[in-house]
């Protein structure tokens, strides 16, 4: 596609719940990265894939949080035993190889 | 670990007048790049810098990277309300790609 689409824009869920954000990057674009960003921050990075590999996922906090991009493209974050702590807006960017990023326009996650 | 640090936080000026911000660091990065964040919205790319002492502008907005690699100003001439935002520095960290951020400078303009 055109830009970096991420689905849902906004995700309300309950304590304790599981819940799914998914990143769709731009065609042709190698690397892909998840940061979360909360209020008032700068993005924080999470998790970055080359192709369909996590490459470097320093920046989970917890074992809660998994992310998988099985075919190279399309990304899935997942969080389980969701925490109010983990309410913030999750920003997926694509690249070519380690070039700038382009950002989507992110998911707003609230956990309640 | 590595940490970007914005100056000023916040900034509110009348249309038409200059800004500048800046970003420093206590380590060095070959690369500064400035992203411009409007609400609900990802950040959006301004300008990259690659070379110690480059200075490069986008329409209104000039960038320097520092001399010394620690360090870089974004510049924004004759300010209009759409230049409202939030204004984030960010650096690589490591050779991957992912991106160290500043907190950012919110930049309001009172027309």
């Known amino acids: 596609g055109a830009g970096v689409s991420q689905t849902p824009s906004n995700k309300v869920t309950e304590k304790g719940k599981y819940v799914e954000l998914r990143c769709d990057p731009i065609?042709?674009?190698?690397?892909l990265y998840w940061y979360r960003q909360s209020l008032g921050q700068g993005p924080e990075f999470l998790i970055y894939f080359q192709g369909t590999g996590a490459a470097d996922d320093s920046g989970l906090p917890n074992d809660r949080f998994f992310a998988v991009r099985p075919e190279g493209s399309v990304s899935t974050l997942k969080i389980q035993r969701t925490e109010r702590g983990d309410s913030a807006v999750y920003l997926c960017?694509?690249?070519?190889?380690?070039?700038?990023?382009?950002f989507g326009s992110g998911t707003r996650l609230t956990v309640v | 670990g590595q940490q970007l640090n914005q100056s000023p936080q916040s900034m509110f000026i009348q249309e038409g007048e200059d800004v500048s911000m800046n970003c420093t660091s206590s380590s060095i990065f070959n690369t500064w790049l400035w992203y411009k964040q409007d609400p609900g919205e990802g950040p959006v790319l301004l300008i990259a810098l690659y070379k110690a002492g480059e200075l490069t502008s986008n329409g209104r907005l000039t960038a320097q990277f520092g001399i010394t690699r620690k360090d870089s100003f974004l510049n924004i001439s004759a300010s209009i309300p759409s230049d409202v935002g939030i204004y984030f520095c960010?650096?690589?960290?490591?050779?991957?790609?992912?991106?160290?951020f500043g907190q950012g400078t919110t930049l309001q303009v009172k027309p």
């Open positions: 960017a694509s690249s070519l190889d380690r070039g700038p990023s382009t």
């Open positions: 065609s042709g674009h190698t690397a």
């Open positions: 960010a650096g690589p960290a490591g050779n991957t790609g992912k991106l160290i």
